[in-house]
């Protein structure tokens, strides 16, 4: 593993220095104001001011579009060379947003880049990547158990020049703010096609007649206002076929690409939440006295720390070298890196959190510091990109693929 973490040039450790120390100085001590924002200025869905102010300054110092590798206008980082700056970012819960390097802004940026007609990328990509718009990706359905992605029954039904889409999404992430101008909606053109061969994605405006955002869902009762998760029904939305990404029968193929960086970036922003949380639980438990010495003295509570410790290193090295198997052999080469992580970094993020949890009593589960609402985050993850249970049956599988074929090799 060390010699995973020396390939790093010296470009990207630079701006990782630049991202900590803007991160401390800048992000963190504007959370207060953002909040405050979102609690006093009656309504949830409007910008906090400060967001604006922060991204401004980031893009200024020339901290932006950090996620993208070698194309598009970023910053043309490998993925082992992002991931430290990701888990920075994931230190504060609008961090990402400040460098344009936010989900689901990060994986429509991607396809555009990748799948998108220089037509869709004049149109979308260029704003997205200036910060001005938000978008939101349109996948998961209420009526379908979505873990399976070709369950999907929204329909995309070609007529004439255009298409015509009918169904109703939930858990669309971005939808509820009001920069939020373009959706990439996942939907089925031919459901006689073979099985990953019927789902297509088409960019989709969201002042489109017939898109209604029934409605916000909140995450363990958050909102996550400004951003927010909405419901979203599509009855009848018609769109110029121009509007297709890559094809028809091309959807499936473009979700596998763009939920493997995905899943690193949400790894890496988990790592970074559960460094927060034992930062926390190691200031508290130095500064409060219990049965007349200070907590960081009882034995149980250091041995949770140490634990703390262990586990977030181990979660870091297994995706750090999910990224550094992207690099070198590409995606779909690492899926069972990919699928690993995604199951050690979000499980262990939630013990982190909830070990500090423990270490600050009752206020830990309070409004006055924010581990309740990390433990929301981490425990969404478990869900976000594939329930575990996906993940694991893929690493499982993989496995036994290879146990079988090296015994066949030795014989």
Same mark, same amino acid.
């Given at each position: 593993?060390?010699?995973?973490?020396?390939?790093?040039?010296?470009?990207?450790?630079?701006?990782?220095?630049?991202?900590?120390?803007?991160?401390?100085?800048?992000?963190?001590?504007?959370?207060?104001?953002?909040?405050?924002?979102?609690?006093?200025?009656?309504?949830?869905?409007?910008?906090?001011?400060?967001?604006?102010?922060?991204?401004?300054?980031?893009?200024?110092?020339?901290?932006?579009?950090?996620?993208?590798?070698?194309?598009?206008?970023?910053?043309?980082?490998?993925?082992l060379e992002y991931a430290p700056l990701c888990e920075i970012m994931g230190r504060s819960p609008i961090a990402p947003e400040v460098f344009n390097c936010n989900a689901p802004d990060t994986g429509n940026m991607e396809v555009l880049v990748r799948y998108g007609t220089d037509a869709q990328k004049k149109a979308w990509l260029e704003p997205l990547l200036a910060g001005t718009i938000r978008s939101c990706f349109a996948m998961t359905e209420p009526e379908v158990a979505s873990s399976d992605a070709t369950n999907i029954a929204c329909s995309i039904r070609g007529d004439g020049d255009s298409y015509v889409i009918h169904g109703r999404k939930w858990w669309t992430s971005g939808a509820m703010d009001p920069r939020c101008k373009i959706a990439i909606v996942m939907g089925k053109t031919d459901p006689d096609a073979p099985r990953h061969l019927q789902q297509s994605m088409v960019?989709?405006?969201?002042?489109?007649?017939?898109?209604?955002?029934?409605?916000?869902?909140?995450?363990?009762?958050?909102?996550?206002?400004?951003?927010?998760?909405?419901?979203?029904?599509?009855?009848n939305v018609r769109v110029p076929k121009s509007n297709i990404l890559l094809g028809e029968g091309r959807g499936f193929e473009i979700a596998q690409g763009r939920l493997g960086?995905?899943?690193?970036?949400?790894?890496?922003?988990?790592?970074?939440?559960?460094?927060?949380?034992?930062?926390?639980?190691c200031k508290r438990v130095q500064e409060r006295v =219990?049965?007349?010495?200070?907590? *960081?003295?009882?034995? @149980? $509570? !250091?041995?949770?720390?140490?634990?703390?410790?262990?586990?977030?290193?181990?979660?870091?090295?297994?995706?750090?070298?999910?990224?550094?198997?992207?690099?070198?052999?590409?995606?779909?080469?690492?899926?069972?890196?990919? =699928?690993?992580?995604?199951?050690? *970094?979000?499980?262990? @993020? $939630? !013990?982190?959190?909830?070990?500090?949890?423990?270490a600050h009593g009752a206020a830990g589960i309070s409004q006055d510091f924010p581990l309740a609402y990390a433990w929301a985050c981490a425990r969404t993850l478990r869900l976000v990109d594939g329930p575990d249970e996906v993940h694991l049956e893929a690493i499982a599988k993989q496995e036994l693929q290879e146990q079988q074929a090296k015994r066949a090799g030795a014989r």
């Amino acid at each position: 593993m060390t010699s995973i973490t020396a390939e790093r040039s010296a470009r990207a450790e630079d701006l990782k220095h630049r991202v900590a120390a803007f991160v401390n100085e800048h992000v963190i001590p504007a959370e207060p104001a953002f909040e405050r924002h979102l609690a006093e200025s009656g309504n949830r869905w409007s910008i906090p001011p400060v967001m604006e102010e922060l991204k401004a300054k980031a893009r200024r110092e020339g901290l932006w579009n950090l996620f993208l590798p070698d194309h598009g206008g970023g910053a043309g980082l490998t993925n082992l060379e992002y991931a430290p700056l990701c888990e920075i970012m994931g230190r504060s819960p609008i961090a990402p947003e400040v460098f344009n390097c936010n989900a689901p802004d990060t994986g429509n940026m991607e396809v555009l880049v990748r799948y998108g007609t220089d037509a869709q990328k004049k149109a979308w990509l260029e704003p997205l990547l200036a910060g001005t718009i938000r978008s939101c990706f349109a996948m998961t359905e209420p009526e379908v158990a979505s873990s399976d992605a070709t369950n999907i029954a929204c329909s995309i039904r070609g007529d004439g020049d255009s298409y015509v889409i009918h169904g109703r999404k939930w858990w669309t992430s971005g939808a509820m703010d009001p920069r939020c101008k373009i959706a990439i909606v996942m939907g089925k053109t031919d459901p006689d096609a073979p099985r990953h061969l019927q789902q297509s994605m088409v960019l989709v405006p969201l002042d489109t007649p017939g898109v209604r955002v029934v409605r916000p869902l909140t995450v363990f009762g958050y909102d996550d206002a400004p951003h927010g998760h909405a419901e979203v029904a599509f009855e009848n939305v018609r769109v110029p076929k121009s509007n297709i990404l890559l094809g028809e029968g091309r959807g499936f193929e473009i979700a596998q690409g763009r939920l493997g960086p995905g899943r690193i970036h949400h790894c890496m922003r988990a790592i970074g939440l559960a460094e927060r949380a034992l930062e926390a639980m190691c200031k508290r438990v130095q500064e409060r006295v =219990a049965f007349g010495r200070p907590l *960081a003295e009882q034995g @149980a $509570l !250091r041995h949770e720390i140490a634990r703390s410790r262990i586990e977030i290193d181990e979660a870091r090295l297994l995706t750090l070298n999910a990224a550094h198997t992207m690099d070198v052999h590409g995606n779909k080469a690492a899926k069972k890196e990919i =699928a690993m992580i995604k199951i050690a *970094a979000p499980a262990m @993020a $939630l !013990r982190v959190i909830d070990r500090a949890v423990q270490a600050h009593g009752a206020a830990g589960i309070s409004q006055d510091f924010p581990l309740a609402y990390a433990w929301a985050c981490a425990r969404t993850l478990r869900l976000v990109d594939g329930p575990d249970e996906v993940h694991l049956e893929a690493i499982a599988k993989q496995e036994l693929q290879e146990q079988q074929a090296k015994r066949a090799g030795a014989r």
